[in-house]
């Protein structure tokens, strides 16, 4: 029995199956250690597995591809075998996704980085929540960090104290109970001294007053380096109380960060230089790394390792010097020139070095014998030069030695005398055949002369002129013969460089030799007015005179050249300058009425009456039947008092010219004479012969509403309407005189009736407007401005009567939203200007209101608001600056402008006593 017991036990010390696992018929996962299985034991095969899961009754999972026979194969491929050409097919496959794949790669990344984007917005980390409290703590001062109280309990329960107790060791007790036990007998060895030696254990003893003498002297030492020399007055400290902290502030503290930065920079420096030690910029970055560590001993030994490694290069050099004071650095200097003689930044830095202008010159000369051929360090030596003579002694040696120097010759004609200086420029262009700079040098040269020469004739000096023009085309062959071909804009700015030196005749000497180089013959045109302009643009009038002057010799008949260069004279010219263009311009294009205008309207205003009638004389026989000329004439004599004489060249107008506005004209001048029966008279004769003119029914209106004549009135604007229902200010002025005689409805209607004819009008929409306001109807005002800017979303002027329809916090957003959708119109910007004027924004205003008159300067009314403007804040010269520039711009629109300007009373008045009208009449 005790044997069956054994052999049943016997298993126990069997040696269990290679893939046994403990509890695997249990249904238990067995697992294994590496220090079970070893590195590289596998865990039990699938048969195994597959085994034990038959013996607990559970089913084997079976791939159903596991005992398919390839002979029975179902499908599209089924009976094929996979050969050479399917493994290639399915490679081009692969190549065909990947390629789809990476070109949808990108948007797929773009949209994940936005769902992305869109989850960090709805659930930002915590660091992102408290980002901008972390960034607010850098505002907290030392004192609020100091008093941040301790954090407590902030629970609000009281919480229960843990009392623990601990074993006190018995070297405590003893030591506690022996401390206050007095010895009263002496130790042996103090018996063996007499009982006056105090025993030490360490067998020295303690000497106290030389530790008080040491610390007494330390402190000597500290007291002695920060204090000053005591004078008779007493001590003198050199430590600045009240700079003291300021100083402290200003020592910059590393951070942690910032000194592990600098660690392991010094390490990658340090294994830089050891690795290629002839590398120069790593030895001067270590360098600088410890200078900015604030260790400047040890730059100065790297740097001068550095130098020692890398000998040739300058940079190592200076910064050697640079890191040394002023007399090391002259030692380190002269050691680099041993090395590195032709270096010229070596030499320039040890002649900065010197103090004195002996020291400087010294250097500077040795540096020539080294180094001759360097431009640089002649004209550094040059300039030290305190007398004229000396520099060109030293300048006729420099252009010995480097012959090719343009720059040098230049220096040593500028130096010599005007004949001497004509010597000097032909060796240049010898030396050097290439250089435009000395043919140019040379026309400068010849035009100072010409122009210092008092001994010369007019005659003698246009020729001297003439041989500018000369030396200047023969500049342009010459260098096209050594294959130096300057393009035309390089030699339309060496013209501008020439008029910005003052040699304006050399300018355009350049101008005419060269302005037409590569240009087709139909793009001169077009090409040289875009020059002109845009050297009248940079300020270069010399050079705009030239092209204009060059074009109007190609096309003496092109009025609107003309035209420029007379605006071009008016701006910046002089009154004789602008006459001889105005002469030549009449001459060559008789038949330009605006030319003959401009020159006797400039006569006229010169005070040249006589001479303005002799060119509308001219005019006449040029262009008789010229309707501006004949107005142009009856003005003048209007306002010179020559009235009979303007009266009769009317007549004659009537007859020769025969326009309706010569008949407009008649009629307002005899209403200005205050001859209304007369005027009527003209007007029904104008209107027989000019029934479709509106101004004549305007005119006609006028007169009679001034005799109190409604029912005429009445009449005489409702024909013109009919004849002329396109003409809005007809259609005002009819509804106008309805309000006049109490009949507000009758003019609404007139107005609803011409937006019908009108569409999207915006003077009539605003008329409209202004109808409900004076009507008392301020929500029908209002409703009325809203469909107005309905039709009209672009209307500056209805946009300014919004803004100025909303509550004072409401016209600045309205503003904003009005300058958008009308497209910076000037009465939008006026309007802007004037709230900026409310909230006492001096500048912003003023600029304002400028950027409104340069966007229209045809608006009187912008005009009167600056000027209003600037009689409450400005200078007298702000207010005259606002004069000029109305005068020169000669506005003639607006309402109010229009209105002060046309009224009788006002006939003959100025440009400048109109704008102080229109600015006392702004409300």
């Not at 030239?546 to 420029?564: F, G, H, T």
Request: glycine share 6%.
């Amino acid at each position: 029995m005790a044997s069956n017991k054994a052999n049943k036990l016997a298993f126990l010390s069997m040696p269990a199956p290679a893939s046994y696992v403990a509890g695997l018929g249990r249904g238990a996962s067995g697992f294994t250690t590496r220090s079970d299985i070893g590195p590289a034991r596998e865990g039990p095969s699938a048969e195994v597995i597959a085994e034990a899961q038959a013996k607990r009754g559970e089913e084997v999972e079976v791939d159903p591809e596991q005992f398919q026979d390839p002979d029975n194969e179902y499908g599209l491929f089924a009976g094929t075998t996979y050969e050479q050409d399917d493994e290639e097919a399915d490679k081009i496959y692969e190549q065909v996704d990947e390629a789809m794949d990476s070109r949808r790669k990108a948007r797929r990344e773009a949209q994940e980085k936005l769902e992305l984007g869109k989850h960090r917005a709805e659930r930002p980390k915590i660091q992102q929540q408290f980002a901008d409290l972390k960034r607010g703590l850098s505002a907290v001062t030392d004192e609020e960090w100091e008093n941040i109280p301790e954090v407590g309990n902030l629970t609000r329960k009281k919480r229960r104290k843990e009392e623990r107790s601990f074993v006190v060791p018995d070297s405590v007790l003893v030591g506690d109970r022996n401390k206050n036990e007095y010895e009263n007998s002496l130790d042996a060895r103090q018996q063996e001294a007499g009982g006056f030696a105090t025993p030490a254990e360490s067998g020295t003893l303690t000497n106290f007053v030389e530790i008080g003498q040491a610390r007494d002297k330390i402190l000597s030492l500290k007291l002695d380096q920060i204090s000053g020399t005591a004078t008779s007055s007493g001590f003198s400290t050199s430590v600045d109380p009240k700079g003291y902290l300021t100083s402290l502030d200003s020592v910059i503290i590393k951070s942690d960060a910032e000194i592990g930065d600098i660690k392991r920079a010094r390490m990658l420096f340090d294994s830089l230089v050891k690795s290629n030690p002839k590398h120069s910029p790593g030895w001067i970055a270590a360098a600088c790394l410890e200078e900015h560590a604030g260790r400047m001993v040890a730059a100065r030994k790297i740097i001068k390792a550095g130098c020692e490694q890398c000998p040739k290069s300058e940079d190592v050099w200076l910064e050697a010097a640079r890191l040394h004071n002023n007399d090391d650095a002259k030692v380190i200097l002269a050691n680099a020139v041993q090395h590195v003689g032709q270096s010229v930044k070596i030499w320039l830095a040890a002649a900065d070095l010197e103090g004195d202008v002996k020291g400087k010159k010294r250097v500077l000369r040795k540096a020539l014998e080294h180094i001759p051929n360097s431009v640089r360090l002649w004209k550094e030596t040059v300039n030290l030069e305190s007398s004229a003579t000396d520099a060109r002694i030293l300048l006729s040696r420099a252009v010995e030695v480097i012959p090719l120097s343009v720059e040098l010759w230049l220096a040593l004609a500028r130096l010599e005398t005007p004949e001497r200086a004509k010597g000097v420029l032909n060796k240049a262009r010898k030396a050097v055949p290439t250089s435009h700079e000395i043919w140019i040098a040379a026309g400068r040269l010849l035009e100072q002369e010409a122009a210092t020469d008092t001994s010369k004739t007019r005659e003698q000096k246009a020729k001297a002129l003439e041989l500018v023009d000369h030396t200047i085309q023969l500049a342009v062959r010459e260098l096209r013969k050594y294959q130096v071909l300057l393009t035309r804009e390089q030699w339309l700015k060496e013209a501008e460089r020439c008029e910005t030196e003052g040699s304006p005749r050399t300018c355009e000497a350049i101008v005419k030799a060269t302005i037409a180089m590569e240009l087709e013959e139909e793009d001169r045109l077009d090409t040289w007015v875009g020059d002109a302009e845009s050297a009248e643009s940079k300020g270069m009038v010399g050079t705009a005179r030239a092209v204009l002057a060059y074009a109007l010799k190609v096309y003496p008949d092109r009025r609107n050249l003309w035209r420029k260069a007379a605006d071009l004279e008016k701006l910046h010219g002089s009154a004789d300058s602008l006459d001889a263009i105005l002469s030549r311009a009449v001459h060559h294009c008789p038949q330009a009425e605006v030319l003959w205008l401009m020159a006797a309207k400039e006569k006229w205003l010169a005070g040249d009456v006589p001479g303005a009638r002799r060119v509308l004389e001219q005019a006449f026989v040029a262009n008789p039947e010229s309707e501006q000329i004949w107005l142009a004439a009856v003005k003048l004599e209007a306002e010179n008092g020559e009235l009979g004489v303007a009266r009769e060249l009317l007549v004659r107008a009537r007859t020769v010219a025969d326009t309706e506005r010569i008949w407009m004209k008649s009629a307002v001048f005899e209403r200005q004479q205050n001859q209304l029966s007369t005027a009527l008279a003209t007007l029904a004769t104008a209107l027989e012969k000019f029934p479709k003119f509106a101004k004549l029914y305007m005119v006609q209106g006028q007169i009679l509403q001034s005799q109190n004549n409604y029912p005429g009135a009445r009449a005489s604007f409702s024909a013109g309407v009919k004849a002329c229902p396109k003409e809005a200010t007809l259609w005002i002025l009819a509804s106008r005189l309805e309000e006049i005689d109490g009949k507000s409805i009758k003019a609404r209607a007139l107005l609803e009736k011409a937006r019908l004819v009108n569409p999207a009008n915006d003077t009539l929409w605003a008329e409209a407007v202004g109808v409900e306001e004076r009507s008392g109807g301020a929500a029908q005002a209002k409703a009325m401005l809203a469909r107005g800017l309905q039709e009209c979303p672009t209307s500056g002027l209805l946009w300014s009567m919004a803004i100025w329809a909303e509550p004072r916090p409401m016209r600045k957003s309205r503003s904003v939203d009005a300058l958008k959708k009308s497209a910076d119109n000037p009465i939008i910007i006026c309007t802007v200007a004037r709230l900026f004027w409310q909230e006492r924004k001096i500048e912003k205003a003023r600029q304002w209101f400028g950027r409104a008159v340069a966007t229209d300067p045809d608006l009187g009314d912008s005009w009167g608001w600056w000027l209003k403007f600037e009689r409450q804040h400005g200078t007298e010269e702000h207010r005259e600056e606002v004069r000029s520039k109305c005068i020169a711009a000669e506005p003639h629109h607006s309402p109010t402008w229009q209105s002060i300007a046309k009224d009788a009373k006002n006939s003959g008045k100025s440009v400048k006593e109109i704008l102080e009208i229109v600015a006392d009449a702004l409300q």
